[in-house]
């Protein structure tokens, strides 16, 4: 969940390029070729080189790129080829992950200048889409013009809000970014480690970034609440270690390549201890001080994003990009409203087949508190994940006639941050093949990870879930803004749905573990009444969690966590439920109209074979497969 959070805002600024995108993909080689420049305006095709010393020069030239309507070879094709280099540009360690080498050296602009200068290339993007004549467009380009215009669109509109001023949440900043690192990068080569040595001494630009966008979000009233950032200081001060040797920039040092040599070792590990004692842990405490000092006496006491000047309609916007529809905050409200009170009647019965002695609430505690439903040790829990992991890896092809090339693991979630953040999440694999997907899971607190929910949480973030959809995406002949990108509601959607495909091939068979499938539905459910209740109805932190206390088993410290990342991120969890409940409408409609001729395969690669896509546009392709089911079925 946390790290596909984060595919949109790497390739967009409507949420501030503090984090490295997982989420919201072809597989390039390794020698993958450097970055080639389309040709625009009579000039032949450049290729960019890391001895580019100054980005500035870098994005001089792609602006030559930018004023395209004046030149009468502009095409669609031309402009999704100089958007993309520019999107590698503005995002240089995003580039590098794909196999990119131009920006090695450099660390992604934080800096509300870099945003501001961001969205005025997208205007010229955007008036470029808009000289074409989109009319005369064969039917997929057609699909690739309007959802760029999209993405522009919305991050255009983004722009007029204080959500830019937002440059931190209670699960992210200056020091997860840079601590983040490590996972983020490919370190097989002395120039891979020579490249990670130029970024931790870039730290402290990049900090002073973020520090200046908050400063004016202070000055702006737009800062965070003070309720869902408790605590958060504790998480960028674990970083600020006396020995640049216990620091987590320094793990890619634990083992030297085979490729690299003794002498070439010994020089990269001085240079990073160098890097990290006197550039990137004084980066990072200066931004401890910062937020201690300057932003934490700032923060603000209502919770909602409708106390900020111009917040409801930042609100309505964000529900809008994240839900792929026109729905209202009260429609959304409702729906959510509806949802609890359907899957509550299958907790009820649930709870009546486990033969349970007690009510509801009594089922609740039991669960919570009962220590046959909890670990011991982090490995017991590790070890219980991998085993649902492999089981449900070999009912992938009951379900799917496509299946993804490229693996996945399970690794803890790191400690510096597991007690603030969710019961697990998904890192995407590297775009040139060079790192697996990653299966994140929370160790922190055996006591609040129960085991009934292992079932459903696997099939969300690994497979058929986020590790599935993302990888298979990585495979698509599709422009790489697609492949790279995507829509949240899709994304998450499917994700959600794919905790109901265990129902298909025999998993939740104990009435515990299909509680906790029906429990996780209803978090989910709960976000949709929850996160409207605090934005557009005035919900306290309290009321929100009380209600989801009410209606779910996650225990109070998961609640908690959760509500604190609504506040935190506005409309982001309304995603959720919206895609899952379209994913399960067109499958329904998809089984009415074809009958017993209905194949669940073909209708899952029918439904991922376009990537990551709004719903509308998600519909429309469903509704084609339908009709060329009756058509091959005559």
């Given at each position: 969940?946390?790290k596909?959070?984060?595919v949109?805002?790497?390739?967009?600024?409507?949420?501030?390029?503090?984090?490295?995108?997982?989420?919201?993909i072809?597989?390039?080689?390794?020698?993958?070729?450097?970055?080639?420049?389309?040709a625009?305006?009579?000039?032949?095709?450049r290729r960019?080189s890391?001895?580019?010393?100054?980005r500035?020069?870098?994005l001089a030239?792609?602006?030559?790129?930018?004023?395209?309507?004046a030149?009468a070879q502009?095409?669609?094709?031309t402009?999704?080829?100089?958007?993309?280099?520019?999107?590698?540009a503005?995002?240089?360690?995003?580039a590098?992950s794909?196999?990119?080498?131009d920006?090695d050296?450099?660390?992604?602009?934080?800096s509300?200048g870099a945003?501001?200068?961001a969205?005025?290339d997208?205007k010229?993007?955007?008036a470029r889409?808009?000289a074409l004549d989109?009319?005369?467009?064969?039917?997929?380009?057609?699909?690739?013009?309007d959802?760029?215009k999209?993405?522009l669109?919305?991050e255009i509109?983004?722009a007029?809000?204080?959500?830019k001023?937002l440059?931190i949440?209670n699960?992210r900043?200056p020091?997860?970014?840079?601590?983040g690192?490590?996972?983020?990068?490919?370190?097989?080569?002395v120039?891979?480690?020579?490249s990670?040595?130029?970024?931790?001494?870039?730290?402290?630009?990049?900090?002073?970034g973020v520090?200046?966008?908050?400063?004016?979000?202070i000055?702006a009233?737009?800062?965070?609440?003070?309720?869902s950032?408790?605590g958060?200081e504790?998480?960028?001060?674990?970083?600020?270690?006396a020995?640049?040797?216990e620091?987590a920039?320094?793990?890619?040092?634990?083992?030297?390549?085979a490729?690299?040599s003794?002498?070439d070792?010994?020089?990269?590990?001085?240079g990073?201890?160098?890097?990290i004692a006197e550039?990137?842990?004084?980066?990072?405490?200066?931004?401890?001080e910062?937020?201690?000092k300057?932003?934490?006496?700032?923060c603000?006491?209502?919770?909602?994003?409708?106390?900020?000047?111009?917040?409801?309609?930042?609100y309505?916007?964000r529900?809008?990009?994240?839900?792929?529809?026109?729905?209202?905050?009260d429609e959304i409200?409702?729906i959510?409203?509806?949802e609890?009170?359907r899957?509550?009647?299958?907790m009820?019965?649930?709870v009546?087949s486990?033969?349970f002695?007690?009510?509801?609430?009594?089922?609740q505690?039991?669960?919570r508190?009962?220590?046959?439903?909890?670990?011991?040790t982090?490995?017991?829990?590790?070890?219980?994940?991998s085993?649902v992991?492999?089981?449900?890896?070999?009912?992938?092809p009951?379900?799917f006639?496509?299946?993804?090339?490229m693996?996945?693991t399970?690794?803890?979630?790191?400690?510096?941050?597991a007690?603030g953040t969710?019961?697990?999440?998904?890192?995407?694999?590297?775009?040139?093949?060079?790192r697996?997907?990653v299966?994140?899971?929370?160790?922190?607190?055996?006591?609040?990870?129960?085991?009934?929910?292992?079932?459903?949480?696997?099939?969300?973030e690994?497979?058929?879930?986020h590790?599935?959809?993302?990888?298979?995406?990585?495979e698509?002949?599709?422009?790489?803004?697609?492949?790279?990108?995507g829509?949240t509601?899709?994304?998450?959607?499917?994700g959600?749905y794919?905790?109901s495909?265990g129902?298909d091939?025999?998993?939740y068979?104990?009435?515990?573990?299909?509680f906790?499938r029906?429990?996780?539905?209803?978090w989910?459910?709960c976000?949709?009444?929850?996160?409207t209740?605090?934005?557009?109805?005035?919900?306290?932190?309290?009321?929100?969690i009380?209600?989801m206390?009410?209606?779910?088993?996650?225990?109070?410290?998961?609640?908690?966590a959760?509500?604190?990342?609504?506040?935190s991120?506005p409309?982001?969890?309304?995603a959720?439920?919206?895609g899952?409940l379209?994913?399960?409408e067109?499958?329904?409609?998809?089984?009415?109209?074809?009958g017993?001729?209905?194949?669940?395969?073909?209708?899952?690669?029918?439904?991922?074979?376009?990537?990551?896509?709004?719903?509308?546009?998600l519909?429309k392709?469903i509704?084609s497969?339908i009709?060329?089911?009756?058509?091959?079925?005559?």
């Amino acid at each position: 969940m946390k790290k596909l959070e984060q595919v949109a805002s790497r390739l967009s600024r409507s949420l501030p390029p503090l984090i490295p995108a997982k989420a919201g993909i072809h597989v390039a080689k390794r020698s993958a070729p450097r970055l080639r420049i389309p040709a625009c305006a009579g000039m032949s095709g450049r290729r960019l080189s890391s001895s580019w010393p100054q980005r500035p020069l870098v994005l001089a030239f792609i602006a030559a790129c930018l004023a395209g309507p004046a030149f009468a070879q502009d095409s669609l094709d031309t402009i999704i080829k100089d958007h993309w280099s520019w999107s590698l540009a503005q995002n240089p360690t995003f580039a590098t992950s794909l196999g990119v080498r131009d920006y090695d050296d450099r660390l992604d602009d934080a800096s509300l200048g870099a945003y501001d200068a961001a969205v005025e290339d997208q205007k010229r993007f955007l008036a470029r889409l808009e000289a074409l004549d989109a009319g005369a467009l064969a039917p997929g380009d057609r699909v690739n013009y309007d959802l760029l215009k999209l993405d522009l669109e919305n991050e255009i509109a983004a722009a007029r809000f204080g959500g830019k001023f937002l440059a931190i949440s209670n699960r992210r900043g200056p020091h997860t970014f840079l601590t983040g690192l490590p996972d983020d990068l490919p370190f097989f080569t002395v120039a891979d480690y020579e490249s990670y040595v130029k970024r931790l001494n870039a730290a402290p630009a990049y900090v002073e970034g973020v520090i200046g966008r908050l400063e004016k979000g202070i000055e702006a009233g737009w800062v965070q609440p003070c309720a869902s950032m408790a605590g958060y200081e504790k998480s960028i001060r674990f970083h600020l270690v006396a020995d640049a040797r216990e620091s987590a920039l320094y793990s890619p040092f634990d083992a030297r390549p085979a490729a690299i040599s003794a002498k070439d070792w010994a020089r990269l590990k001085s240079g990073a201890e160098k890097a990290i004692a006197e550039q990137a842990v004084p980066a990072i405490a200066r931004f401890a001080e910062f937020y201690e000092k300057a932003y934490k006496p700032q923060c603000r006491e209502a919770i909602g994003a409708s106390a900020l000047e111009g917040g409801r309609a930042w609100y309505d916007h964000r529900a809008m990009v994240f839900t792929t529809t026109p729905l209202t905050a009260d429609e959304i409200h409702t729906i959510g409203l509806k949802e609890v009170a359907r899957i509550r009647k299958e907790m009820d019965a649930t709870v009546k087949s486990a033969k349970f002695e007690g009510g509801f609430k009594a089922f609740q505690d039991f669960l919570r508190t009962d220590p046959q439903f909890y670990a011991k040790t982090p490995q017991e829990l590790m070890e219980k994940n991998s085993y649902v992991a492999k089981k449900i890896d070999g009912e992938l092809p009951k379900l799917f006639g496509r299946l993804p090339r490229m693996p996945y693991t399970l690794k803890e979630i790191p400690a510096d941050i597991a007690e603030g953040t969710t019961t697990a999440y998904y890192e995407r694999p590297a775009g040139d093949g060079t790192r697996a997907g990653v299966y994140r899971v929370n160790t922190s607190k055996l006591d609040t990870r129960p085991l009934y929910e292992v079932e459903a949480l696997t099939l969300h973030e690994a497979v058929p879930g986020h590790h599935f959809q993302v990888a298979l995406s990585q495979e698509l002949e599709l422009p790489e803004f697609r492949k790279f990108g995507g829509f949240t509601a899709f994304i998450e959607g499917w994700g959600l749905y794919a905790e109901s495909l265990g129902l298909d091939v025999g998993f939740y068979r104990d009435p515990y573990s299909n509680f906790g499938r029906l429990s996780y539905e209803m978090w989910r459910a709960c976000r949709l009444v929850v996160d409207t209740g605090i934005h557009a109805k005035g919900w306290t932190r309290d009321s929100a969690i009380a209600f989801m206390k009410e209606n779910t088993a996650l225990s109070e410290h998961n609640i908690a966590a959760e509500v604190d990342r609504y506040i935190s991120n506005p409309g982001q969890a309304l995603a959720y439920k919206i895609g899952e409940l379209k994913f399960k409408e067109l499958r329904a409609r998809a089984t009415k109209a074809l009958g017993p001729k209905f194949d669940i395969r073909r209708f899952h690669d029918a439904a991922l074979e376009n990537g990551a896509v709004p719903l509308s546009v998600l519909e429309k392709r469903i509704d084609s497969f339908i009709a060329a089911e009756k058509a091959r079925q005559r």
